[in-house]
Every structure is written in C-alpha cells, then in structure tokens.
C-alpha cells in the first residue's frame, strides 16, 4: 500500500505564505496498491481536485479511470472538492462513493452531489458524464476483494463520521478523524443540583468503553492518521463537542495501542507552518525505535509505502 497526502488541513482551504510547507488544501488521501492496481480515494475535501489532475495524466493513458472514494462523514470540508474532480465528467469513468449518512431519508447522493445545482454551481449533479454509484456504510467488516479487508467504526463527532481500517496482504491502515474523546455528559459535581451518582457513573463508564473501542480499533497498525486539531489548552477552552483531537490525547492514544507509525492530520486553518514546527518539537518522534510509536505530522505531498 502507498498512502499519499493532497489534503491535510481542516475545516476551510487555507492557501497563503503561512501554510506552504504543510499545505492548506482540506481532507483528501490516496491510497494505492501495486498488486492489484488499485487505488482508494479517502475524503474529498479541497485537495481532491490536485489529485483528480494527477489520475487524468497518469491514469487515464492506461484505460478508463475507476476507482472507489470513501468519505469519513458529509462535512463540507470533507466534500467540497468533489464537483472539482475532473475524472467525474468522463463518461468512461467509474465511481464508487462510499460513506456514512446521519438521516436515512437524506441520502449519500443527495447531500454529495447537493452540492452541484445551479444555486450553488454551474454543473448540475444530473450532467456529469461518469457512471457514479453511491453507497451507505455503517460499522462492520467488508470484503472489498483482491484481498483487501476494510473495518469501519463510528467516531466522536457531531455528525456520523466512520473511521477506516484497511489490511492487505499483513499490513494495515487506519484513519481516525474527525473525532473527539468520549467524556462523560452527566455532572460528576455533587453540589451541582442535576447530580445523580448513578447516571454519573455510567456516564463514565460508557466514556471509558468507547475510548478503548476506538484505541482497540487502532491496535497495532502499521499507520494512523489522527485528527489532531488542538493542543490540549486550546481543547480545553471552548472546543469541548466539537469533534476534534488534541495532539497530547492523540499521542498518548496511539503509544497506549502500540501504533507504529502516526500522522497528525486536520490541522486547524489558523495553525502556520511556524507554529507546527514549534508542535513538531514536542510531539513528533521521527528517530522513535522499533519499540515505540512514531509520530509526525502530515503534509500535503507527503508519501508513505507499507
């Protein structure tokens, strides 16, 4: 498997003097296998577009593009390159889009291709040329052939986000963003007036279960994007049920599951390349032994092969 970065950024496309050695284009990963030729697009935020340009020179020479877009959840950030994606309006090309959708009537191919009506854009939906199939996923184990077996698991976000686990041929890769720790929503305060000891004990000990779930989820793997958007302060001040990692949480996660390798991934739009750097110093260990977990933070452009 060979994992690219085109979009590492978070919540708005972020282009500027500040953001030129991390990038600033929003969520979108390739993954590529050699042996079947196969490639997996994962989110398909601003970078898809870079990486739509990339597949009309390089795959389109070899035959008809088809290839599977799996999208982590429908916030704008994560779908909003899509109607820039230019292998869409071949009539030749073949589309799988998979992902998680929070309201059965609202379906995948509406809220994706919502996106693409005269309100909004010049190419209506309807118009584009490719055969393009749409897919709800939910939590669970899928064969998706050629010896590629994909996990899902729902995460901690304000809408029904999907985290993926893909193993082939003895190595695996697991994405866990958008997502936030579980906590605990019922008073633990026993002056607080709604305190019930009860529910304020169960309420931990769900927190507590789901946590190790999606640690339990990432056991192990060969690498780990994690979404990584706030240092524990800023977390801490007013970004609780937002839906977002701080690197301490994510770090300690990851060593706690024996990862081998993480990327930090959905940086905040505010965040410049100065200021990961400073990060880069005390959460990154890209020396780290066979032992223990290396971390580093994405970018766009960036290769990995497993």
Known sequence: MKIK??????????????????GGNTPCIELRFNDPDRLIIIDAGSGIRELGNYMMAHDLPKGPIQTE??????HWDHIMGFPFFTPIYLPTTKLKVYGPVTHEEDTLENIVGGQMTYRYFPVR???????I????LKEGRFDLGDGIILYTKYLNHPILCLGYRFEYKGKIFCTAYDTEPFQNLFSSDQDDPSY???MATEGAQVAKEQNELIEKFFAGVDLLIHDTQYTQAEYENGKFGWGHSSFEYACAAAKRAKV?????FHHDPMRTDAQIEELCATHCSPDADATDTKIFFARDGMEIEL
Not at 5 to 22: D, H, Q
Not at 69 to 74: G, K, Q, R, S
Not at 260 to 264: C, I, N, S
């Open 5 to 22: 970065f085109w979009g590492v950024r978070g919540s708005i496309p972020c282009p500027g003097p500040n953001t030129v050695k991390y």
């Open 69 to 74: 877009l799996f999208l982590t959840h429908t």
């Open 125 to 131: 939906g309807a118009e584009l040329a490719a055969q």
């Open 133 to 136: 199939e749409y897919t709800n």
């Open 196 to 198: 019930d000891e009860a």
């Open 260 to 264: 081998k390798a993480m990327a930090l």
